[in-house]
């Protein structure tokens, strides 16, 4: 064994020590050795780090990039069904319910129809149950750091610290890395030239965008300091520490039909089940016809076993539509201009076929349809 | 036209009077024409109502009678589920869903298991969580005119009148037909030679079995004045006036295993998610050995897309485990016999993938799961 003590490839000295002067040089070889061995180590052990990291985030490396989602899946339910709870927090809870189905299953529009007579209630409760279920469903939406802004303490929502919350992609918090952002225009003057300021719950940072706004409207940001690209190949690469961030607004469609995001649920209300599929507010790129469902089902104990549905045509915009407690058989007896379910809906589907219990609630109809139509849903949706 | 007037073809008298006299025998004729013509009329009518009820219940007619059920649907889930609602209005409420949930999928057993160390609570709350959810979806599942009998009042159930009924199909009402029916043995003193009385929640009609009963014992009658045959070919020609009826006790098994019917679930408490696939309640028919679950699925986010799962092997009683608020993974760390996901779990699945929410709860997952799962499972049901 050659005595070879090139930094290079270090050997560990031999112990032939007899005297202590020999005895010091023999140790300090070693001390060195080891050193030498601990650097070499480490050199290594970076090396293969800066490897990895290049494996994952190298430009060359093909990343991932979420294709955008076109087409969208809308619910209708009768706001009768907030009647039916027994107290104001009860009626909370139950928007709040309907709130995270819809949020659960990626959904992108509530429509609350009337399906009764009694559109005014006056037993101490000033509120419509349409406007009671619109306004909860829509409070719950917004992400809670612009709730303040947008929804001013109101009876209405006295008892909105009982809903569960939606947890959903676009409520995010402040630590999260974020592309798109929900937020609130600023009364700030903005610098010559420049456009005005977003609060978009972060609580050092603020957005600066591209125009002049008036304050107080909520606005889906999308940051400009980094390209779509650039996030999903290191979402966590971008430091939300920055003062002022630059962005630009979007349509709040723009998080689903560009990146596929779930970007929460708009809320609309219909004068009855004639008119639900009216006013489709959905935007579609190369089309010049207006939008409009092409996918209506209505769902009912009476309806034909969802399982023998093998398949749906292939749609855009799908409305699934629900009853009360008395079905929709009852919305349509109440239909002025005589809309039949026949000429509204493509299918009239029983989702839970041997049910156990004599009802189901609208807020249990909701998952259980969901569920069981997902899949064949999304294999006939256009992308 | 002749003048026939034999009663078997009346012809309708014609006018001819010229004078008084003629007028009233005229008349008088015409009176007897239209009497005799209503007659034939309602003997007509008559007649053709036995027809079709013979047509419907003829004994020659071929009449289905429904099959009897051997499989079982288990569920099992955390306590601790419980203690993450915000109050005890919104503990019962909470309850409630999940009693109906089970319900509405013929769920026939629910086991609470502990899944963190606080079994007890001391926040001005003397039960522990799984004490409280097993009262609750026990109450729940009696039907309500034995309630008052079994569940007196009591703290845990202050708030039960928000409960939602499970409207299932052994909450008789009074005037519905019944073949099964739960009842509870009355303190009446029988005639010699005679059965214990029970109330089955009939105003004027009590149920003499053939044995003799303590008072106060919950029990499942099947009356033996009709026969399942003679039950499911006209089930509305029984007579539920009566004031006396004969009926003997069977196991709250038998409506499923004889006639298929859902009756409810029944609930257990586990120590542990190690321990609950121990004591399997279900009796088989010609099984020597004792009853086990033999399908076993776990659900998590973290699980295996319930799409890829194209069936299921044969079973006969299978148990869907469900974790809370932090997944079945916490529900493991607890576990002291060391049991892993793996030996417990057939398969894992995760119910809801792409969720737009990043939180499912458990009450949520309840209906997702067997909802989507459903078809599969009752394909690779053992009848």
Known sequence: MSDNTSPSRPVRPVK???????????KEHLRAWKNARLDKQLEAEKTEEIQEE??????????????????????ALPASILRNAQSNELRTYLAGQIGRAACVFNIDEIIVFDDDEITEE?????????????????????????????????????????????DAPHHLRTNESWLYREGVTLPLKPAEGKGSWVDVGL??????????????LR?????????????????????????????????????????????????????SIGSIIENCPFVDDNETEESKYDLVIGTSERGVSHE?????????????????????????????NGTTAEQLFDF??????????????TEEAILITLSC????LLASARS
Chains 1, 2 share one sequence.
Do not use: M
Request: aromatic residues 10%; positive net charge; hydrophobic residues 30%.
């Open 16 to 26: 032939t020590a007899t005297n202590s002067a020999e005895w010091r040089r023999y």
């Open 54 to 75: 290049q494996s994952v985030s190298s430009i060359d490396t093909p990343v991932e990039i979420p294709k955008g989602r076109s087409y969208t899946l809308s619910i």
């Open 122 to 166: 006056h037993d101490n409760n000033p509120f419509s149950a349409s406007e009671q279920l619109i306004r909860l469903l829509e409070y719950l939406e917004c992400p809670q750091y612009l709730r303040k802004q947008f929804f001013p303490r109101q009876k209405l929502l006295e008892y909105a610290g009982l809903l569960n919350p939606l």
């Open 373 to 376: 139509l997902r899949e064949k």
């Open 203 to 216: 609580y050092e940072t603020r957005v600066q965008i591209d125009k002049h706004l008036t304050a107080g």
């Open 219 to 271: 606005v889906t940001i999308q940051r400009t300091d980094i390209t779509r690209e650039q996030y999903f190949r290191d979402p966590n690469a971008q430091n939300n520490k920055k003062k002022r961030i630059p962005g630009e607004i979007v349509s709040p469609s723009a998080p689903r039909l560009e990146s596929g995001f779930y970007w929460g649920y708009q809320v609309r209300k219909a004068d």
């Open 348 to 361: 009239y589907l029983n989702t839970c076929s041997q049910q156990g219990s004599r009802t189901i609630r």
């Open 308 to 336: 023998k549905i093998t398949n749906f045509p292939r749609f855009r915009h799908a409305l699934i539509v629900f009853g009360g407690l008395q079905g929709l058989e009852k919305a349509f007896e109440r239909e002025q």
